[in-house]
Every structure is written in C-alpha cells, then in structure tokens.
Nanobody, 115 residues
Framework: QVQFVESGGGLVQPGGSLRLSCAAS????????MGWYRQPPGKQRELVAR???????NYADSVKGRFTISRDNAKNTVYLQMNNLKPEDTAVYYC?????????WGQGTQVTVSS
C-alpha cells in the first residue's frame, strides 16, 4: 500500500509562491492519475489539480493560470507549484490518487496566505 507524505507548506504573503512536494513510499508509476486536494478551514476537501501518466492536466477554475502540477515517476514524487497565492488559497493541502483512494490520505501540509 502506497503512503503519501506532503511537504513544503508554510506562511506566505499574498502574491507569493510555494512549491509543495508529495513523496510516495512506493511506486506511483502504476497510478494513472495523481491529484492535489485541499481543505480550507470549515469547508470540505476539494480537488485542486490532477495529472495523468500521459501528463494530461486539469485544474480547478480558482487556480488556473496560477498553479502547476507535475509528477516525476522516477522519484515517486508529485509537485504543486503555486504562484500568485491569495488568502483564499489558505488550506491544508493533500495529495492522493485521482480518483482519490480512502487509504491514501496523509497528514497534509498547511498553507497559510496572509499579510
């Protein structure tokens, strides 16, 4: 069973950037879709971005043009580059397969966008 460990979160000012990393304990080569999800305070978890093994990507409207998802199967790692961050991006960010698998949820990494 694969486990994911997210890192790279932190406190950043509006307009700033962060790069999140998701390290898998096993191979992600066989996982067709990988996704980044987030859960804002008091809200439900939502899909932010996804990428397939064919490198096809899809983004939530709220992050299009600002976030970029990528995957490195050789390193078993998925990344989320976040630019021009806004206060509404504040959330705990998680990675998981896409569609998500209940056994794969990790602890997430906190992103706080505030001046």
């Amino acid at each position: 069973q694969v486990q994911f460990v997210e890192s790279g979160g932190g406190l950043v000012q509006p307009g700033g950037s962060l790069r999140l990393s998701c390290a898998a304990s096993g191979s992600i080569f066989s996982i067709y879709g990988m996704g980044w999800y987030r859960q804002p305070p008091g809200k439900q978890r939502e899909l932010v971005a996804r990428i397939t093994n064919g490198r096809g990507t899809n983004y939530a409207d709220s992050v299009k043009g600002r976030f970029t998802i990528s995957r490195d199967n050789a390193k078993n790692t998925v990344y989320l580059q976040m630019n021009n961050l806004k206060p509404e991006d504040t959330a705990v960010y998680y990675c998981n397969a896409w569609p998500s698998q209940s056994d794969y949820w990790g602890q997430g990494t906190q992103v706080t966008v505030s001046s």
